[in-house]
């Protein structure tokens, strides 16, 4: 497989959260509708915190602390979803051995 | 509630199953590329009609490319990281959240594909015009899932809710589709190969 292709695409995925500062920040879908029928009281606070409402803690500059946690989640999303897409595939060598 | 997780908890461990059957090596990296795509964009909220904005959902694409069990996976990881990482969704929620955009928007949208395809034909044009309706398609439904829940838990009665949740969900649909459409155009252009993928 073409290992630079698939980095271009990473790449590609990083340049997409870039931009997420220019992301609207009206209510979703959803949200809409909660607030309109009066049940966006319903949702419960996070019983902890780690980079909530996508703002990388500890900086300044809001924008940059979007992109900033953007591309955390990013990467980490490739590193996770392609470690355990390797590990059920490799898993199986074993299993049908 | 506890119906949802419990349904997508066996949806997940069902899509494991299958995927460690027949996951080839090029799917691989591809399922981590889209993992990584589905997030990025998801912080992406485009505005839509009267102060409302979407974002994409992404189970289409990832159905459409390497299949309905394939795109369970990886909405539930994305989803998960979401709850856990960033706050966003719900923990609670979480249930419900694989159970719509990744069960019933990953099948819903594959078989649209598929419906549609056949409808059309094999040429370019008609995977465009079929993506996009199984895109569009996949959000109206897991939409009309959700407001499903929010009636059966009681929040709302589904006269309601049905209504409000489908309509602004029509709209955002067009999103969902326009950007499933523009990244298949891209894979068509630059990789067709990876749409003879077997999906899963």
């Known amino acids: 497989m073409n290992k630079k292709g698939w980095l271009i695409a990473l790449l590609l995925c990083l340049a997409v959260a870039t931009v997420s500062p220019l992301a609207s920040s009206s209510p979703d879908g959803l949200e809409r509708v909660a607030e309109d029928e009066g ?3 319903l949702a419960q606070e996070a019983p902890f915190v780690v980079i909530a409402d996508y703002i990388f803690p500890g ?6 602390a979007t992109i900033l946690a953007g591309w955390v989640g990013t990467v980490t999303l490739f590193g996770i979803v392609y470690g355990i897409a390797r590990l059920i595939k490799s898993k199986k060598r074993t299993l049908a051995g | 509630m506890a119906t949802t997780y419990a349904v997508s908890a066996g949806g997940v461990a069902n899509a494991v199953r299958l995927a460690n059957k ?6 691989v990296p591809l399922m981590g590329i889209l993992a990584a795509f589905v997030f ?8 839509v009609a009267g102060g409302t904005s979407g974002h994409l959902i992404g189970a289409a694409l990832v159905a459409i490319l390497l299949g309905p069990w394939v795109a369970v996976l990886v909405m539930s990881c994305v989803l998960i990281a979401q709850s856990l990482i960033f706050q966003d969704g719900g923990l609670l929620a979480l249930g419900a959240n ?13 078989y ?6 056949s409808l059309l034909g094999d040429n370019r044009r008609a995977k465009v015009v079929s993506g996009f309706i199984a895109a569009w398609g996949s959000v109206f439904l897991a939409s009309i899932a959700c407001a499903i829940e929010l ?3 009681g929040v709302l ?5 049905l209504p409000a949740m489908a309509g602004v969900h029509a709209l955002i649909g067009i999103g969902e589709g326009l950007i499933t459409v523009a990244v298949l155009s891209l894979v068509l252009a630059t990789r067709a190969d990876l749409l003879k993928l077997q999906r899963i």
């Open chain 1, 39 to 41: 049940f966006i009281a």
């Open chain 1, 59 to 64: 900086i300044e500059n809001e924008a940059v």
């Open chain 2, 22 to 27: 027949k996951l080839g090596e090029k799917q």
């Open chain 2, 40 to 47: 990025a964009t998801q912080m992406l909220n485009f505005p």
């Open chain 2, 98 to 110: 694989i159970f719509n955009m990744g069960i019933i928007a990953g099948f819903g949208a594959y």
């Open chain 2, 112 to 117: 649209l594909y598929r419906l549609t395809g």
């Open chain 2, 151 to 153: 009636a059966v838990s």
């Open chain 2, 157 to 161: 009665p589904i006269g309601v809710v």
